[in-house]
């Protein structure tokens, strides 16, 4: 069994930064991908960033030259820094790991992140 555990949400006003982390425990395996996506109330879970276990990241064009992720393999732990924020920032973050064999796909519990204009 393996266990996602996000921090650092919270509320921030509009130009902001935040920066939350995901730690996994458990039954550890070595995880293709690391990522967090985003569910805004109303709206369907979107991808916000994913970052491979060789470094390489992609991003949704929303949050491109805003939002980093990062990945310390070692510890089996995700970030996302979250810099000049905006109120339509404001949603539910998840934090997510998969790995490919065998397609285990693990979800963290989430961590509002709420932007003030």
């Known amino acids: 069994q393996v266990q996602l555990v996000e921090s650092g949400g919270g509320l921030v006003q509009a130009g902001g930064s935040l920066r939350l982390s995901c730690a996994a425990s458990?039954?550890?395996?070595?995880?293709?991908?690391m990522g967090w996506y985003r569910q805004a109330p109303g709206k369907q879970r979107e991808l916000v960033a994913i970052?491979?276990?060789?470094?390489?990241?992609n991003y949704a064009d929303s949050v491109k030259d805003r939002f980093t992720i990062s990945r310390d393999n070692a510890k089996n732990t995700v970030y996302l820094q979250m810099n000049s924020l905006k109120p339509e920032d404001t949603a539910v973050y998840y934090c997510?790991?998969?790995?490919?064999?065998?397609?285990?796909?693990?979800w963290g519990q989430g961590t509002q992140v709420t932007v003030s204009s």
């Open positions: 458990g039954r550890i395996f070595s995880f293709d991908t």
């Open positions: 997510n790991a998969l790995v490919v064999l065998g397609y285990r796909n693990y």
């Open positions: 970052i491979t276990s060789g470094g390489s990241a």
